[in-house]
T-cell receptor, first 108, second 114 residues
Framework: TQLLEQSPQFLSIQEGENLTVYCNSSSVFSSLQWYRQEPGEGPVLLVTVVTGGEVKKLKRLTFQFGDARKDSSLHITAAQPGDTGLYLCSMGAQKLVFGQGTRLTINP | DAGVIQSPRHEVTEMGQEVTLRCKPISGHNSLFWYRQTMMRGLELLIYFNNNVPIDDSGMPEDRFSAKMPNASFSTLKIQPSEPRDSAVYFC????????????FGPGTRLTVL
């Protein structure tokens, strides 16, 4: 069974700080997705990465895929209260397996 | 454009009752997924369909759960009989099969079984 481990499980920081969350597996990913879920809503795709070493940026969010395609990180610069949510990584092409998520709280 | 539509948004029922959850995927999407989310187990895939055909139901917990997709614009997930441990948020998602990593999720149905 392929498992995705996300860390930290919970993170609470002040507005304006930087943060990094991680997604790791013992298996090689064909592709990896990052989703964000806000309370009372379904997850929304942020990015898909497919190439080892790939870096993608989405405004203040930077996503990196490990060279061996077994891990990924999400870095947020100058966090804002609107970044609050559950960040989920997933792997797979169609049958997605999700990590447990990092629950991020940005305090004003 | 309308996203994935799920109904009901909330369902409270008693143990032993039948529960039916409904989903309307995004028009033109040919893959549909049912997930369950709990604090303990996270987001788990129950079953998915391609072109209305069930492809993988290995995540369905047991025979009490069944899912159907009679046409491209409608799917149901049925639990009969329901048990308290089925309490969770159930999500439906849809996608183009060629971009299946990009799934569009509905708002979910929060199910409480008393």
């Amino acid at each position: 069974t392929q498992l995705l481990e996300q860390s930290p499980q919970f993170l609470s920081i002040q507005e304006g700080e930087n943060l990094t969350v991680y997604c790791n597996s013992s298996s090689v990913f064909s592709s990896l997705q990052w989703y964000r879920q806000e309370p009372g809503e379904g997850p929304v795709l942020l990015v898909t990465v497919v190439t080892g070493g790939e870096v993608k940026k989405l405004k203040r969010l930077t996503f990196q895929f490990g060279d061996a395609r077994k891990d990924s990180s999400l870095h947020i610069t100058a966090a804002q209260p609107g970044d609050t949510g559950l960040y989920l990584c997933s792997m797979g092409a169609q049958k997605l397996v999700f990590g447990q998520g990092t629950r991020l709280t940005i305090n004003p | 454009d309308a996203g994935v539509i799920q109904s009901p948004r909330h369902e409270v029922t008693e143990m032993g009752q039948e529960v039916t959850l409904r989903c309307k995927p995004i028009s033109g999407h040919n893959s549909l997924f049912w997930y369950r989310q709990t604090m303990m187990r996270g987001l788990e895939l129950l079953i998915y369909f391609n072109n209305n055909v069930p492809i993988d139901d290995s995540g369905m917990p047991e025979d009490r759960f069944s899912a159907k997709m009679p046409n491209a614009s409608f799917s149901t997930l049925k639990i009969q009989p329901s048990e308290p441990r089925d309490s969770a948020v159930y999500f439906c998602a849809s996608s183009f099969s060629r971009k299946a990593g990009h799934q569009y999720f509905g708002p979910g149905t929060r199910l409480t079984v008393l």
